[in-house]
């Protein structure tokens, strides 16, 4: 089983056209996230969603925009979309506490714009 | 904003112990310290999380001192299937809905035969 999957895992697409990225967990998990990772390798967080409520918007273009339709689901939709959008979309979820915090990571979406 | 700083790269041989350590001088309080690995075309794998003195796992040990401003990841006999991207985070937020983690560079590891 999964615990966290999204669909497409490659996905090329040209300039200018629209995308969703898909990403459930089945781990109860109340807390979603996405992030990009580049060409460079770096990491970086993009939303982070908390009982389908944005808790974190980390400077990242209105084209994006993520859809929580419940606590399970995380889906990025991308428009207009732009070479430099090019990358690794990881979805990741964690369960927070009172301790510490797990995040637990999709295997990537691989986006590809000519 | 915990950074943390850790070598780019390292390299080693079967059977070897592998230790990488990593800086957060800036570390709260309420922070703990997670490594996570990385296996190209895969996302990131927790590996073992702790806040001070030492953890265990049946994957690795982490070692924290007192001071908490940096922390060693101990990895005993590595194999050519451990040659991956480690990373070093520092939690933020972590007592509400906000928490997240700061990805730093991470440090490649390359296990030779």
């Known amino acids: 089983d999964t615990a966290v999957s999204q669909t497409p895992k490659y996905l090329v697409t040209q300039m200018g056209n629209d995308k969703s990225i898909k990403c459930e967990q089945n781990?109860?998990?109340?807390?979603m996230y996405w992030y990009k990772q580049d060409s460079k390798k770096f990491l970086k967080i993009m939303f982070s969603y908390n009982n389908k409520e944005l808790i974190i918007n980390e400077t990242v273009p209105n084209r994006f925009s993520p859809k929580s339709p419940d606590k399970a689901h995380l889906n990025l939709h991308i428009n207009s979309l732009e070479l430099g959008d090019s990358a690794v979309y990881f979805c990741a979820s964690s369960q927070g506490g009172t301790d510490s915090v797990t995040i637990y990571f999709g295997e990537g979406s691989w986006l590809t714009v000519v | 904003l915990a950074k943390t700083t850790q070598p780019i790269s390292m390299d080693s041989y079967e059977g070897q112990e592998v230790n990488i350590t990593c800086s957060h001088n800036?570390?709260?309080?309420?922070?703990?310290i997670t490594w996570y690995q990385q296996f190209p075309s895969q996302g990131p794998r927790f590996i073992i999380q702790g806040y001070k003195t030492k953890v265990t796992n049946e994957v690795a040990s982490l070692f924290i001192p007192a001071d908490r401003k940096s922390s060693t990841l101990s990895l005993p006999r590595v194999s050519l299937s451990d040659t991956a991207v480690y990373y070093c985070?520092?939690?933020?937020?972590?007592?509400?809905?906000?928490?997240?983690?700061?990805f730093g560079s991470g440090t490649r590891l390359l296990v030779r035969p």
């Open positions: 985070l520092v939690g933020e937020g972590w007592m509400d809905s906000s928490y997240k983690l700061i």
């Open positions: 800036n570390i709260a309080t309420n922070d703990y």
């Open positions: 781990l109860g998990h109340d807390t």
